[in-house]
Each structure stands twice: as structure tokens, then as C-alpha cells.
């Protein structure tokens, strides 16, 4: 896997980059069968209903851990991506595994992931999210959205919709008349690198297919955290070797 000058130009022009064929086959099938079988995800999945209350499960960890979900998130195709586009040492923030699974995955309403995070404290927006899909994501099953350039707008003022937390929705009619929806189609083992800014949503999943995703989010180390309770790890993210993902085969 390579990073080019380009795709750190076009992600600071369009606030993402999607890169294809980060994650083997292989690697794919271990991670859906801890999706399946691990306890982690069993463990921590919870749901979130949006607008028309259908419920967006998903399962979330702040702690790195030391499972096949650790080992992809300290992968260096993933660290040295983010360290290069955040173009700064980053702390590993947390894990989440998406489930949007056939005929029941609920929607994801327009946010920027800053719109949650400010309200956790972090100083910044500089925070990135590496969305790597499980499944095939396509329109059909509800892959993910984004608007083109929108980090640009800065943070906006985000609300309750649903159980959700949802950008205001008097300004989203203007953005998403002025901006260029991206239907981000995704073939297993593509990551999708993504600005803390960046507006994004999803429609619910009323396909045959399941559309499930790894999403591993990091703080750039240098940005402070208000509260007592620090939710991102203050010390640099570990970088693992690049084949430890298959120990877990
Ligand atoms: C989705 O999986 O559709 C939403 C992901 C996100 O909000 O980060
Ligand atoms: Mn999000």
C-alpha cells in the first residue's frame, strides 16, 4: 500500500481519501468471523435509532486490547496513513465494528464525527476515521455518504435526532444543495481515510446483503482532551508488523 502526494492533497481538498485493497481477503474473513464469533463485538454492541427509530447497531471500545481488532488497528498500511494525513503523531481514540446488517440496519443521520467529539472535549478537530469495509458496500445496502469538501465548513451545530446526534437540519438543506454527495461504494478490504469534519450519513440497509465496517478513529497525540476522564490514549499509537493480523487465522 502506498500514499501518495496526490491522495494527501485530495484529502485535504475533499476532506477523505478511499484507498483500495488495504486489507487481504484473508484478513477480511478473520475479521468477519470475529464480527461473528469474538467476544468483543458480542460483548459491547448496542443500538442507536435513527430518525424513523430503526436501530443502527453498532459495537464501540476505547481500549486497544489485544485481538484481531488491536492488530488491525495498529497495522502500519493504517498508522503511517493516518500519521500522514493527520501529518502528525497519532493516539489511538477508539474502535467501533458497524453492523449494518440485511433488511435491519438502520440509517445514520448527516454528522460530523466532531459534532459527538467536541462535546467529549477534544480541543481540535483534528481527529481522523479509517472506515474499512467488511462487506461489499454499495447504494443498495446503504453504504456510507459523505458531502465533498464539507470539513471546509468547520464545525456545525449538531442536535438529537432520534437517539442520534444529527447536524442542523435548516443549515444541511443549503449544504447539501451546495456540496457534492458521494455515494462511497466500497469493495471489502478498501479504507475510507476521513476528516473529523467531514459531513457523512448512510440509509438504512433493506437489501438481502449485510453492510458491516471496521472503523478505527484516532486523535492527533498533541491534542488536548478536557475532562477528567480521557477517553483517547495519550501516548502514540503502537505500530504492530504488518503481517499480525494473521495470527489470528
Ligand atoms: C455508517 O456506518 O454508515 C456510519 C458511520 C459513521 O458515522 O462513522
Ligand atoms: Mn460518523
Wanted: net charge negative.
Amino acid at each position: 500500500m502506498f500514499l501518495s502526494q496526490e491522495h494527501k492533497w485530495n484529502y485535504e481538498r475533499d476532506g477523505y481519501v478511499l484507498l483500495t485493497d488495504v486489507f487481504s481477503p484473508l484478513e477480511v474473513k478473520l475479521m468477519i468471523r470475529a464480527v461473528e464469533s469474538g467476544e468483543r463485538v458480542a460483548q459491547t454492541t448496542h443500538g442507536s435509532a435513527d430518525a424513523s427509530g430503526k436501530k443502527a447497531r453498532l459495537a464501540l471500545w476505547h481500549e486497544l486490547g489485544d485481538d484481531i481488532w488491536a492488530a488491525a488497528s495498529t497495522s502500519p498500511r493504517i498508522v503511517n496513513a493516518v500519521r500522514i494525513l493527520l501529518g502528525e503523531e497519532a493516539a489511538f481514540f477508539h474502535g467501533k465494528v458497524m453492523l449494518k446488517e440485511a433488511r435491519s440496519g438502520g440509517a445514520w443521520e448527516w454528522h460530523q464525527d466532531y459534532g459527538y467529539w467536541y462535546d467529549q472535549g477534544f480541543l481540535f478537530p483534528r481527529l481522523i476515521s479509517a472506515f474499512a469495509a467488511l462487506d461489499t458496500a454499495t447504494i443498495e445496502n446503504g453504504c456510507l455518504q459523505v458531502l465533498r469538501g464539507s470539513h471546509h465548513l468547520g464545525r456545525l451545530d449538531h442536535g438529537r435526532v432520534g437517539q442520534q446526534t444529527g447536524a442542523d437540519a435548516h443549515r444541511m438543506e443549503l449544504i447539501e444543495s451546495t456540496l457534492d454527495r458521494v455515494y462511497v461504494e466500497m469493495k471489502p478490504g478498501s479504507v475510507l481515510f476521513f476528516h473529523s469534519n467531514l459531513l457523512h450519513s448512510s440509509a438504512p440497509n433493506n437489501s438481502p446483503h449485510h453492510r458491516r465496517s471496521f472503523i478505527m478513529c484516532y486523535n492527533a497525540l498533541a491534542n488536548p482532551q478536557l475532562g477528567e476522564r480521557k477517553t483517547s490514549e495519550q501516548r502514540p499509537v503502537p505500530v504492530g508488523a504488518d503481517e499480525c493480523i494473521l495470527q489470528f487465522a
